[in-house]
């Protein structure tokens, strides 16, 4: 006989997992629910096993994740009996597409404002949804229309990206690229006038002015206005300006984010003098000073610019530098001041003082002395002058005449004239020193002799002498007939303080004078007096230097 034995089958499990995913994806898991022990499972994809043997261990098992498309299934082989079976039926996997690609579009700057930039896609596809993310916030979402999409203005600033979404599989994709948006602050153009000299010319120069523009932009459009008038186009722009004139300036901008335009600059222009420098000295307490005393000196220019420089020299010897100079002078030391200009205008670069001679006084009192012309003797309704010589006076001591005592009022000066003498009349003269050191007074008197009988006079005929030129520059010549017989003269010169400047001898042949005077270079302007003298007798002139 031959035994039949019927060997049983693995016992059945249901087959799990499968499933869609998306392309690019994972995968899906396939296992079956259960399994034996002693059983081997292998997986199928189709015909072809893709996984196993994998023992049975009495609980379900998972062949792992799979990723090719298909339908899977399980065999089960009993490892002792060879005995094999399907396991009951299958899984399927399915890959779904992502959504095509589509490059982001738009985006760029926009001015800070305005409404935005546009952002989209090159291209959609129906039934997929498109959202737009800024940075990772969300910024709209459209469904695609096989059309081109603009997700509209878009204002904030920053990234953007799309995302697309297939609506029936929900496989999600970025699309490729991304859109920048960029917010462009709003500038203000500005122009300004530069020159030289700013807003100052030189008179007879012409002087060039020039645009700075602000924001202006690559291409700005200037307009030059003169007064009104509309004149160059260019950038700079030069002309011979006349004192008052008004320069205008507009400027039209063509940069981007321009909050205007236009702008416009003015300046009024002032035309200066071609001056060369020039500086003056003041001293404090003064040009004579007590001695031991210092002395400021202060400059004070004039066309000497912005930041004038200055240079004191004493004796022609650098003494110093600046504004103010403070020393202990000498009697006798002439100061100057060198101003170095920076005056826009300037025709020379340097100027100097005039020579300031400092006087030093010491501590003494005036003394006094009187002298009258033509002489103390008169003739009743004769004029006589009276004339004070001064020493330690000062440079300018004060004087006051009186008359028996009395103040003459107005009578302050050296000489004092009058015709009104009586006989036996005193007049004296009360000096106030100007001395630095201190103001001391002295004083002096003489008496006149005023007699009834006319004093013979010297020269009979005062008509026919005359000084010519009078006034003169320190030369001039004495002529005319003195009315004697052949005589020799003194001519005697005084300045009004008695002092003595000019005296010489002349011989008159039958009393006709024809003589040259002239004087040292050094004499000053004023008034003079001129005495003609004959032993007792005598003549008195008054001679004017204006030179």
């Given at each position: ?359 030093v006084d010491s501590p003494s009192i005036p003394m006094v002395s009187i002298t009258a012309y033509p002489s103390a003797a008169i003739a009743a309704g004769e004029s006589a002058t009276v004339v004070a010589s001064v020493v330690h006076g000062g440079s300018a001591p004060y004087y006051q005449w009186y008359v028996n005592g009395v103040i003459v009022p107005g009578a302050v000066n050296p000489s004092f004239t009058s015709r009104d003498f009586a006989n036996a009349d005193v007049v004296s003269c009360k000096v106030l020193s100007s001395n630095a050191c201190g103001q001391e007074s002295a004083s002096e008197a003489i008496t006149l002799s005023v007699s009834n009988v006319s004093v013979a006079q010297l020269i009979s005929a005062p008509a ?84």
């Amino acid at each position: 006989s031959a035994p039949v034995t019927e060997l049983p089958l693995p016992q059945a499990f249901a087959l799990t997992g499968g499933g869609n995913y998306c392309e690019g994806g994972a995968g899906q898991h396939v296992g079956i629910s259960g399994s034996s022990s002693g059983i081997n499972y292998s997986l199928y994809n189709g015909s072809s096993m893709v996984a196993g043997p994998a023992p049975g261990l009495g609980f379900g098992l998972d062949f792992g994740v799979q990723t090719a498309q298909g339908t899977y299934t399980v065999v089960a082989k009993n490892v002792s009996t060879s005995c094999v079976s399907y396991m009951p039926g299958s899984v399927s996997i399915q890959v779904n597409p992502m959504p095509y690609e589509f490059a982001v579009t738009g985006g760029g700057n926009y001015c800070a404002g305005a409404s935005g930039v546009h952002i989209g896609l090159a291209a959609s596809t129906s039934g997929i949804s498109y959202t737009l993310f800024n940075g990772g916030a969300q910024a709209g979402t459209y469904s695609g229309s096989g059309m081109a999409l603009d997700f509209g203005l878009q204002t904030a600033a920053g990234n953007y990206t799309v995302q697309s979404t297939d609506l029936s599989t929900a496989c999600t994709i970025n699309m490729p690229g991304s859109a920048e948006v960029a917010i462009t602050p709003l500038i203000v153009p500005s122009v300004s006038i530069l020159s030289a000299l700013g807003d100052t010319a030189c008179a007879g120069l012409a002087a060039t002015y020039t645009a700075i523009a602000v924001n202006g932009g690559p291409a700005p459009v200037y307009q030059w206005i003169v007064n009104g008038i509309t004149t160059g186009t260019d950038s700079s722009y030069t002309y011979l300006p006349s004192d008052g004139d008004i320069i205008g300036l507009t400027m039209t901008s063509n940069a981007t984010c321009a909050l205007a335009s236009v702008s416009m600059a003015e300046a009024i222009v002032t035309v200066l003098a071609n001056k060369a420098p020039v500086v003056n000295i003041s001293a404090n307490p003064g040009l004579e000073v007590c001695q031991g005393t210092s002395v400021s000196l202060t400059a004070t220019p004039l066309y000497g610019g912005d930041s004038p420089s200055f240079k004191w020299l004493k004796n022609g010897t650098i003494l110093g530098a600046g504004t103010t100079l403070s020393y202990l002078p000498s009697s006798g030391d002439v100061v100057t001041c060198e101003l170095s200009s920076n005056y826009q205008c300037r025709v020379a670069n340097t100027g100097t003082s005039l020579p300031s001679t400092i006087i030093v006084d010491s501590p003494s009192i005036p003394m006094v002395s009187i002298t009258a012309y033509p002489s103390a003797a008169i003739a009743a309704g004769e004029s006589a002058t009276v004339v004070a010589s001064v020493v330690h006076g000062g440079s300018a001591p004060y004087y006051q005449w009186y008359v028996n005592g009395v103040i003459v009022p107005g009578a302050v000066n050296p000489s004092f004239t009058s015709r009104d003498f009586a006989n036996a009349d005193v007049v004296s003269c009360k000096v106030l020193s100007s001395n630095a050191c201190g103001q001391e007074s002295a004083s002096e008197a003489i008496t006149l002799s005023v007699s009834n009988v006319s004093v013979a006079q010297l020269i009979s005929a005062p008509a026919d002498i005359t000084i010519v030129p009078n006034p003169n520059k320190g030369i001039f010549v004495l002529k005319g007939n003195t009315g004697s017989s052949d005589a020799e003269f003194t001519i005697e010169l005084t300045n009004m303080l008695g002092q003595v400047i000019y005296r010489n001898k002349v011989f008159a042949p039958n009393g006709i004078i024809n003589e040259k005077v002239q004087l040292n270079n050094d004499i000053v302007n004023g008034m003079y007096l001129l005495n003609i003298r004959s032993g007792s007798e005598s003549k008195l002139f008054h001679v004017v230097v204006e030179k």
